[in-house]
Nanobody
Framework: QVQLVESGGGLVQAGGSLRLSCTAT????????MGWYRQARGKQRELAAT???????NYAEFVKGRFTISRDNAKNTVFLQMNSLKPEDTAVYYC?????????????????WGQGTQVTVSS
């Protein structure tokens, strides 16, 4: 059983900053990519940023230059530093992890999601 626990959401004024954290716990052989997705009310979930275990990052166009993703592999934790926030960044932000786990007989890939953390940006 793998759990992802997020923290750091909240209410901030436009132009402000927030830092999200997500820690993965459970029986995993390794964590490959970790990332952040977001879902605004009435919209589909979309990718914001991802980071591989060796530090390669990928950002959605709408966050480039404003958000920075990083991770602490030793603590199985991923961060999302969000600067210059806009009202349109308001959404529930979900942590995602792609990992490998052992079934007892062989290893298999798995995907986990956090419960989501609300980010609200006021104008």
């Amino acid at each position: 059983q793998v759990q992802l626990v997020e923290s750091g959401g909240g209410l901030v004024q436009a132009g402000g900053s927030l830092r999200l954290s997500c820690t993965a716990t459970g029986s995993m052989l390794s964590i490959n990519a970790m990332g952040w997705y977001r879902q605004a009310r009435g919209k589909q979930r979309e990718l914001a940023a991802t980071i591989t275990s060796d530090g390669r990052t990928n950002y959605a166009e709408f966050v480039k230059g404003r958000f920075t993703i990083s991770r602490d592999n030793a603590k199985n934790t991923v961060f999302l530093q969000m600067n210059s926030l806009k009202p349109e960044d308001t959404a529930v932000y979900y942590c995602n992890a792609q990992f490998t786990y052992y079934t007892g007989s062989y290893s298999r890939p798995g995907v986990g999601w956090g419960q989501g953390t609300q980010v609200t940006v006021s104008s």
